[in-house]
């Protein structure tokens, strides 16, 4: 019994000291930023004040970059990290919060920020993604040329992108797509059609922002609605051929009977009339 009171106090006092010592804390697990280049980005200390003797220092990787010192003045090390940082950081006196101006690519990576004081340390890791371009949609004239000319083959780029996905949609359904992971001097996307309609589009996308091109002219391909199959055309001109026939027919037959006074014979033309029109239909 005596012992088991003896650990609990002891587990109380171990608890009232790290109180007391106000922060030892473990590291947070690694949170993640994304923004897209010439954005400026915030990268949050998780500090809610600075104390008087504090030091906050923030690092990109291993490399220093920037310092709020004891007496709350900030101080940048613009030649480190190969001077990339250069009059483009800020800095929070009272939460250490460091703010990065007019981002770029170069500065994708883990950031993380440390106290003197509390030995509390946040890690972010941030992501810059490059501008996205508006794919362009044109006509693969090589492929046209070889192939028949009901089919259509279409072509959407994309010039210098890196980490993206290039899709064809028709509506909003997926109809084809690529993944871009380096960067390459131009991406391209084959569709191929019997025929197209401005359903179509091409979409250029990252996991922040999205790039779209709609398929609005009809001059690449031909238009569905105006394009009609072969042998479709054929029975359509078959079948008015033929009523243009039966209609001289069915007038010349008309015209020889009234020729004719005989009743009997009359009535035979008629019934020739009405059965030629009954195996028409």
Same mark, same amino acid.
């Given at each position: 019994?005596?012992?088991?009171?003896?650990?609990?106090?002891?587990?109380?006092?171990?608890?009232?000291?790290?109180?007391?010592?106000?922060?030892?804390?473990?590291?947070?697990?690694?949170?993640?930023?994304? %923004?897209?280049?010439?954005?400026?980005?915030?990268?949050?200390?998780?500090?809610?004040?600075?104390?008087?003797?504090?030091?906050?220092?923030?690092?990109?990787?291993?490399?220093?970059?920037?310092?709020?010192?004891?007496?709350?003045?900030?101080?940048?090390?613009?030649?480190?990290?190969?001077?990339?940082?250069?009059? /483009?950081?800020?800095?929070?006196?009272?939460?250490?919060?460091?703010?990065?101006?007019?981002?770029?690519?170069?500065?994708?990576?883990?950031?993380?920020?440390?106290?003197?004081?509390?030995?509390?340390? @946040?890690?972010? @890791?941030?992501?810059?993604?490059?501008?996205?371009?508006?794919?362009?949609?044109?006509?693969?004239?090589?492929?046209?040329?070889?192939?028949?000319?009901?089919?259509?083959?279409?072509?959407?780029?994309?010039?210098? %992108?890196?980490?993206?996905?290039?899709?064809?949609?028709?509506?909003?359904?997926?109809?084809?797509?690529? /993944? %871009?992971?380096?960067?390459?001097?131009?991406?391209?996307?084959?569709?191929?059609?019997?025929?197209?309609?401005?359903?179509?589009?091409?979409?250029?996308? @990252?996991?922040? /922002?999205?790039?779209?091109?709609?398929? @609005?002219?009809?001059?690449?391909?031909?238009?569905?609605?105006?394009?009609?199959?072969?042998?479709?055309?054929?029975?359509?001109?078959?079948?008015?051929?033929?009523?243009?026939?039966?209609? %001289?027919?069915?007038?010349?037959?008309?015209?020889?009977? /009234?020729?004719?006074?005989?009743?009997?014979?009359?009535?035979?033309?008629?019934?020739?009339?009405?059965?030629?029109?009954?195996?028409?239909?």
């Amino acid at each position: 019994m005596t012992k088991n009171i003896n650990d609990m106090d002891m587990f109380i006092f171990i608890c009232l000291c790290l109180w007391s010592l106000n922060g030892v804390f473990v590291a947070d697990a690694v949170k993640s930023e994304s %923004v897209t280049e010439g954005e400026l980005v915030s990268l949050n200390s998780s500090f809610t004040q600075i104390h008087r003797d504090e030091e906050i220092n923030w690092k990109f990787g291993d490399i220093l970059i920037a310092k709020v010192k004891k007496n709350k003045e900030s101080k940048f090390f613009g030649d480190n990290a190969e001077g990339r940082f250069r009059d /483009r950081l800020k800095l929070d006196h009272q939460t250490g919060s460091l703010t990065i101006i007019n981002s770029r690519t170069t500065d994708s990576g883990l950031y993380t920020v440390s106290s003197s004081e509390r030995d509390t340390i @946040n890690t972010i @890791n941030l992501t810059v993604y490059a501008r996205l371009p508006v794919p362009v949609i044109s006509s693969n004239s090589s492929l046209n040329s070889s192939s028949s000319s009901s089919s259509c083959s279409l072509v959407c780029s994309a010039v210098n %992108v890196s980490h993206v996905t290039l899709s064809w949609f028709k509506g909003n359904s997926v109809f084809s797509s690529i /993944r %871009v992971s380096d960067l390459s001097s131009r991406s391209d996307l084959l569709l191929h059609l019997e025929c197209v309609d401005d359903s179509y589009s091409c979409v250029l996308n @990252n996991p922040i /922002r999205n790039q779209t091109q709609h398929l @609005n002219n009809t001059q690449l391909c031909h238009t569905c609605a105006a394009v009609l199959p072969v042998s479709q055309t054929v029975l359509i001109s078959a079948a008015a051929a033929a009523g243009s026939l039966l209609i %001289v027919a069915a007038v010349g037959i008309f015209c020889i009977c /009234r020729k004719h006074r005989n009743t009997h014979r009359e009535g035979k033309c008629f019934l020739y009339v009405y059965n030629s029109q009954a195996s028409f239909h």
